[in-house]
């Protein structure tokens, strides 16, 4: 007899990725390194392309618009938007048990699933299932998984009102990673992702950079994950239409006949009877999440740009500008299902995300930086343009004296220009004076730094000492 579903529990946890190269620079170019051979092959995962074999998966399918799904489901017979796979060591006998409040809580794990996005983003998903504990409390606590990034404070559970798990265990197929998070040394990984999860990830994946053809991870968005739970049971239920116990703004609540949602930052928390079918929006969340890591992820590489140097800036606001056209068509919508409930949720979602301030926040900022990389662009060229002036004006006098003087002057000693001590002459009065001279005049306005002083003392020698050829010798014609 199959065991009756108390709650489920999904976390989403996003992270930044990058290519560890060998490559001196800046390098952020997600939307092709995403093609790179090691997505090919990341050891533990396989690859997950979705097909459509049940009534679930075409329901889940056709519940979303068109253009949702290609950025949801990998297809191979179209370029991803993101690549999707499942960890090979879960199996139907696959638990994972946190210690939280001095109890453990066995949960199934019913899959562990990874999606790595274009916009060099990831989703890390942990897919839970409560069997045993009936409790609202229970159901709360496993929830407290969402804080296991890493620590937000130490000491850990040092007063009551906060309460952290205590320790992680993943019992896999042929593996089990485990955790004991008070013995942690937090202090020597600050801020970085808590080791069971880099276990899980496994060994393609890394946080340091020294460690090539590696895929470089990192926290996007704090020390939380996101939760999505979906809680079965009457009495709960009963309780929350009677009571007003939950502290949810009416603006983020739902509440309906057999069932309500609670809307918070980091929570989608729902409670139904017992025998009702419900949808666990768990795809919805994963887009809305790809949205606010992606958004976080350029504004992090824009803070990172602005102390490069102006060669390099202006390809790296190309690459970035490139790949946030993309996400803006690909990725973001207002709009993703015709399912009314779906709509509510999914734009009270977006709003508690700041997901639209943070794209016009994140507009203005790529407008600027557009536009200081189209004015660097136009002084390299304005420079290239002055370069190509000085040495036509430099060209001037020396036309002007061939002219003058017929293009036969000094026609027998050019052949053997050196050996003539006229023909030398007449090359420092018509074409190294005026050009020097052009050269000083042209620097001379430049920024007093230590490269052009020393360019300014050298042509001020060159210049004196050509002039005073002129004065002594002539000008060989």
């Given at each position: 007899?199959?065991?009756?579903?108390?709650?489920?529990?999904?976390?989403?946890?996003?992270?930044?990725?990058?290519?560890?190269?060998?490559?001196?620079?800046?390098?952020?170019?997600?939307?092709?390194?995403?093609?790179?051979?090691?997505?090919?092959?990341?050891?533990?995962?396989?690859?997950?392309?979705?097909?459509?074999?049940?009534?679930?998966?075409?329901?889940?399918?056709?519940?979303?618009?068109?253009?949702?799904?290609?950025?949801?489901?990998?297809?191979?017979?179209?370029?991803?938007?993101?690549?999707?796979?499942?960890?090979?060591?879960?199996?139907?006998?696959?638990?994972?048990?946190?210690?939280?409040?001095?109890?453990?809580?066995?949960?199934?794990?019913?899959?562990?699933?990874?999606?790595?996005?274009?916009?060099?983003?990831?989703?890390?998903?942990?897919?839970?299932?409560?069997?045993?504990?009936?409790?609202?409390?229970?159901?709360?606590?496993?929830?407290?998984?969402?804080?296991?990034?890493?620590?937000?404070?130490?000491?850990?559970?040092?007063?009551?009102?906060?309460?952290?798990?205590?320790?992680?265990?993943?019992?896999?197929?042929?593996?089990?990673?485990?955790?004991?998070?008070?013995?942690?040394?937090?202090?020597?990984?600050?801020?970085?992702?808590?080791?069971?999860?880099?276990?899980?990830?496994?060994?393609?994946?890394?946080?340091?950079?020294?460690?090539?053809?590696?895929?470089?991870?990192?926290?996007?968005?704090?020390?939380?994950?996101?939760?999505?739970?979906?809680?079965?049971?009457?009495?709960?239920?009963?309780?929350?239409?009677?009571?007003?116990?939950?502290?949810?703004?009416?603006?983020?609540?739902?509440?309906?006949?057999?069932?309500?949602?609670?809307?918070?930052?980091?929570?989608?928390?729902?409670?139904?009877?017992?025998?009702?079918?419900?949808?666990?929006?768990?795809?919805?969340?994963?887009?809305?999440?790809?949205?606010?890591?992606?958004?976080?992820?350029?504004?992090?590489?824009?803070?990172?740009?602005?102390?490069?140097?102006?060669?390099?800036?202006?390809?790296?606001?190309?690459?970035?500008?490139?790949i946030y056209i993309q996400f803006i068509n690909q990725m973001f919508f207002d709009e993703i299902t015709e399912d009314e409930k779906g709509t509510w949720i999914y734009q009270r979602n977006s709003k508690l995300f700041h997901i639209r301030d943070e794209i016009a926040q994140l507009d203005f900022e790529m407008k600027e930086v557009h536009e200081y990389a189209e004015l660097i662009t136009r002084q390299q060229s304005?420079?290239?343009?002055?370069?190509?002036?000085?040495?036509?004006?430099?060209?001037?006098?020396?036309?002007?004296?061939?002219?003058?003087?017929?293009?036969?002057?000094?026609?027998?000693?050019?052949?053997?220009?050196?050996?003539?001590?006229?023909?030398?002459?007449?090359?420092?009065?018509?074409?190294?004076?005026?050009?020097?001279?052009?050269?000083?005049?042209?620097?001379?306005?430049?920024?007093?730094?230590?490269?052009?002083?020393?360019?300014?003392?050298?042509?001020?020698?060159?210049?004196?000492?050509?002039?005073?050829?002129?004065?002594?010798?002539?000008?060989?014609?």
């Amino acid at each position: 007899m199959q065991q009756r579903i108390v709650s489920e529990h999904i976390f989403l946890f996003p992270f930044a990725w990058s290519i560890s190269t060998q490559k001196q620079g800046y390098y952020f170019r997600p939307q092709y390194q995403i093609k790179h051979k090691i997505f090919q092959n990341i050891k533990g995962w396989e690859s997950e392309e979705f097909k459509i074999e049940t009534d679930e998966q075409y329901n889940e399918f056709v519940y979303f618009y068109r253009p949702v799904r290609n950025a949801l489901y990998s297809d191979s017979e179209y370029e991803n938007i993101s690549n999707n796979y499942n960890l090979i060591d879960v199996g139907s006998d696959s638990n994972c048990v946190i210690d939280i409040k001095g109890k453990s809580y066995t949960l199934n794990i019913k899959r562990i699933g990874l999606k790595i996005v274009k916009s060099g983003i990831g989703i890390l998903s942990f897919y839970l299932q409560n069997t045993t504990y009936l409790e609202q409390e229970d159901v709360h606590n496993i929830n407290m998984f969402t804080d296991c990034v890493y620590p937000l404070e130490l000491p850990l559970n040092d007063r009551e009102s906060r309460i952290y798990p205590t320790k992680i265990r993943f019992e896999l197929n042929s593996s089990i990673i485990e955790e004991d998070i008070l013995q942690t040394e937090y202090k020597k990984i600050a801020g970085k992702i808590s080791p069971f999860i880099m276990s899980i990830l496994g060994d393609s994946f890394s946080q340091d950079s020294a460690k090539h053809r590696r895929i470089l991870v990192e926290p996007l968005i704090g020390s939380k994950m996101f939760c999505i739970c979906l809680y079965k049971d009457d009495q709960a239920f009963s309780q929350v239409q009677m009571s007003k116990k939950y502290n949810f703004k009416k603006e983020y609540t739902l509440i309906e006949d057999e069932q309500c949602y609670f809307l918070s930052p980091f929570v989608l928390f729902s409670i139904s009877k017992t025998n009702t079918s419900s949808r666990v929006y768990d795809q919805m969340m994963s887009l809305l999440v790809i949205q606010k890591a992606s958004l976080l992820n350029f504004s992090n590489q824009i803070a990172t740009i602005s102390l490069l140097s102006k060669e390099e800036l202006v390809v790296a606001i190309q690459s970035i500008y490139e790949i946030y056209i993309q996400f803006i068509n690909q990725m973001f919508f207002d709009e993703i299902t015709e399912d009314e409930k779906g709509t509510w949720i999914y734009q009270r979602n977006s709003k508690l995300f700041h997901i639209r301030d943070e794209i016009a926040q994140l507009d203005f900022e790529m407008k600027e930086v557009h536009e200081y990389a189209e004015l660097i662009t136009r002084q390299q060229s304005n420079r290239r343009m002055e370069a190509v002036t000085i040495m036509g004006a430099g060209l001037v006098l020396p036309t002007f004296v061939t002219g003058f003087f017929g293009m036969n002057v000094l026609t027998e000693e050019l052949g053997r220009w050196w050996e003539h001590a006229d023909v030398l002459k007449w090359l420092n009065t018509y074409v190294i004076f005026p050009i020097l001279a052009l050269l000083y005049m042209y620097t001379w306005k430049r920024t007093k730094n230590r490269i052009f002083i020393f360019i300014r003392i050298g042509m001020t020698i060159a210049l004196v000492v050509s002039c005073l050829i002129i004065v002594k010798y002539g000008s060989g014609v």
